[in-house]
Every structure is written in structure tokens, then in C-alpha cells.
């Protein structure tokens, strides 16, 4: 299986910051790295799917980037509709692995 | 409007099989591009992939847990359901369904999930 490592964990900002999530696989996945948003008692969202693209629907201010290993979602002027907590997922292959997720948390 | 609803059983008891049905509108499950796969979540853990099934009955599953899974559909009713054989505590989860969205790239085809239910939460205990 591709093991998918987000980094950080964790992380405090506030409203208007500019914040950056790093997402690695274990193999080369090309561009196949999709992002979701996921809010506690809510069901996950699909934000960005084939590293870059945005889904529609989503605002602007969510950004992807990256290609074979390395991954970035970048939150461009955070407001309070984006504190949760985002997950990077792989689907190069099957299974379909998960990032560990990491939690934006308000500073 | 695209909808999934996952149903089941709420609580489970420990060895028992769990059925998970997943009822969806709005889409078919018989569109070539569209399918269904099943994720759960832990109490405070990640998102973990279970399976997937998609309209020509391609199937795929957890390596870790494919000899306890099994993923179907039925078309005619909209559903697809997920078993699990030999529930332990340690699948206690919410249990989603998200419809699963394929389309060619460049470099061949990418899924990802582009809406899913609310998840159920499913309690293994004696």
C-alpha cells in the first residue's frame, strides 16, 4: 500500500493567515492526490482532486499543488469557515490511502 | 440532487457480521464514470479507505481487511452494501459512503469522492 504522510499534524493560525499543509507519498503517485475538508459531526468535502484541480464550488482561496511525491494545499487568507481538518488521499493505486489529516486550529 | 445515506445497525456485537447499506439518488450506480466506495473513521483517527465498487462490478478492498469485506450493489434499488465478517471492538467508527468520480487524464484515469452521506456510527460491544 502507498503510505501518505501530512505534515504538520497540527496547526494554529488566524483569520487571514496564509497556511500550508505538505502531504508526501511513499512512491511516486503523479498527480493522482486529491484534498477534503472535514468538520467534526459533518461529512467530509472534497476541496482540490488531481493535485491542482479545484473542485467546483470550492473558494479560491483553497490551492493545490505538487506532483509525484510532494504535495501542498494552500489556504490563502483563512477565515473561520476553515477551521477543520484537511486530509490528502492518494488514488494512484487501491487502496485508496488517507493522510493521518492535519487540524487547523484557531490561534 | 445528488444524496447517500448510509444505514445499519447502530451497535454490534463482538465476532457478529455487520451489514452497511448505502442508498443513493441523483445519480446511477450504472453510469461507467460514477461509483461507490466505503471509508470510516475511528473516534479520533484518520480516514481509512475500505472498498470500492464501480458499474461493471470492478471491486477493490482494504488489503488489510479483505478477507472480511465484501461490496455489492444493486442497481435496481439504488444501494450498495458492505459487509464485515468478525466485528471487533476496533471497528467502532462512523462508516461513510461517497460517491466515487472517475475521469480521464493526460496520464490516465483519476477518482475521487465529490459527495458523501452523513455517516452512521457503528458501536462494536458486548
Known amino acids: 500500500d502507498i503510505q501518505m504522510t501530512q505534515s504538520p499534524s497540527s496547526l494554529s493560525a488566524s483569520v487571514g493567515d496564509r497556511v500550508t499543509i505538505t502531504c508526501r507519498a511513499s512512491?511516486?503517485?503523479?498527480?493522482?492526490l486529491n484534498w477534503y475538508q472535514h468538520k467534526p459531526g459533518k461529512a467530509p468535502t472534497l476541496l482540490i482532486y488531481a493535485a491542482s484541480s479545484l473542485q467546483s464550488g470550492v473558494p479560491s482561496r483553497f490551492s493545490g499543488s505538487g506532483s509525484g511525491t510532494d504535495f501542498t494545499l494552500t489556504i490563502y487568507s483563512l477565515q473561520p469557515e476553515d477551521f477543520a481538518t484537511y486530509y490528502c488521499?492518494?488514488?494512484?493505486?487501491?487502496?485508496?490511502?488517507f493522510g493521518q489529516g492535519t487540524k487547523v486550529e484557531i490561534k | 440532487q445528488v444524496t447517500l445515506k448510509e444505514s445499519g445497525p447502530v451497535l454490534v456485537k463482538p465476532t457478529e457480521t455487520l451489514t452497511l447499506t448505502c442508498t443513493v439518488s441523483g445519480f446511477s450506480l450504472n453510469n461507467p464514470r460514477l461509483g461507490v466506495t466505503w471509508i470510516r473513521q475511528p473516534p479520533g483517527k484518520a480516514l481509512e479507505w475500505l472498498a470500492h465498487?464501480?458499474?461493471?462490478?470492478?471491486?477493490s478492498y482494504s488489503t488489510s481487511l479483505a478477507s472480511r469485506l465484501t461490496i455489492s450493489q444493486d442497481t435496481s434499488k439504488s444501494q450498495v452494501v458492505l459487509t464485515m465478517t468478525n466485528m471487533d471492538p476496533v471497528d467502532t467508527a462512523t462508516y461513510y459512503c461517497?460517491?466515487?468520480?472517475?475521469?480521464?487524464?493526460?496520464?490516465?484515469?483519476?477518482?475521487?469522492?465529490?459527495?458523501w452521506g452523513q455517516g452512521t456510527l457503528v458501536t462494536v460491544s458486548s
Open positions: 512512491q511516486s503517485i503523479a498527480n493522482y
Open positions: 465498487i464501480f458499474s461493471n462490478d470492478e471491486k
Open positions: 461517497a460517491r466515487t468520480q472517475r475521469i480521464t487524464l493526460l496520464r490516465g484515469v483519476i477518482y475521487y469522492f465529490d459527495y
Open positions: 488521499q492518494q488514488s494512484y493505486s487501491t487502496p485508496g490511502t
